[in-house]
């Protein structure tokens, strides 16, 4: 046989010798960070994965988005490091990270107002009352078209574009609105990615959805907000009305949740250091309110306070 044949044989075998005595990549050191979770949460968390990576170019930043849900289900598995979060870890998903011994902090992050919006050129829906929103939303909901839901508005069928399940937008809405989360109607579209139902609501004038305020805010030019009545007048969204309270029951705060066996990695230290010093900063550029900076300060404090 030709000799250079002899020769591929013996690249092929020592490369293969040497994956077998390589560390597998869950062990291998590869600086690199995992998160992932909620879209509204990601433009935060990439804006200063963004940054980051300009300083710090040799660390990897992995941002995955699969919802809150979808993130929490990777985060207590120990298959990421960081889980971005538009609601609070539910008792379920606390009790499969005890079973699987993760310890982790909840850190927020940003404050947001969920934004029902409607199709720029809707002229009749420029506010809706908590109820209206129940009777819209609800699992036995018998609104069709937008005349049942005020009398005056078109006879002409609504389509409703909202989160997927996974969401914790979707979580938070289903509870702030109709009394328990995951409470819904069904036929919607759905979808995890935000720029999804933007597409769905801007392109269709009988269309209403809803989403973190931050989409609204990077599309005002394609939708239009409605202003939410709690019973004390209507309130449209804003970085004000979400700041001092006002704009009501559709304010939250936003997390991230950190493994602290990730913590102690030199990398992901870094990073959260960074992210908790600058977010004051980076936050309202992608269109969220920023927390008071003390807030940071004492999440920063209270994670290198722990062991």
Known sequence: ???????????????????????????????????????????????VAEEFRNQHGKIKVNIGVSGTGGGFKKFVVKEIDICNASRPIKASEAEAAKKNNIAYTEVPVAYDGLTVVVNAKNTWATSLTVAELQKIW?????????????????????????????????????????????VSRSDFVKSEDDNVLVTGVAGDLDAMGYFGFSYYKE???????????????????SIESITNGSYAPLSRPIFIYVNLDAYKRAEVKTFLDFYLNEAGRLVPEVGYIALDKNKYKESLARLKALK
């Open 138 to 182: 609800a699992a036995d909901s018998q609104v069709k078209n937008w005349s049942d839901i005020r009398k005056e508005w078109p006879n002409r069928p609504i389509k409703l574009y909202g989160p997927g399940t996974d969401s914790g937008t979707f979580d938070y809405f289903t509870e702030t609105i109709n009394g328990k989360s995951g």
């Open 219 to 237: 599309n005002a030019k394609k939708l239009k907000a409605v202003s939410i009545d709690n019973g004390k007048g209507a309130v449209a969204p």
């Open 1 to 47: 046989m030709p000799a250079h044949f002899f020769k591929v044989i013996s690249i092929v075998a020592l490369s293969f010798l040497a994956f077998l005595n390589s560390p597998s990549p869950a062990f291998a050191n590869t600086q690199s960070i995992s998160i992932d979770g909620s879209s509204t949460v990601f433009p935060i968390t990439e804006a």
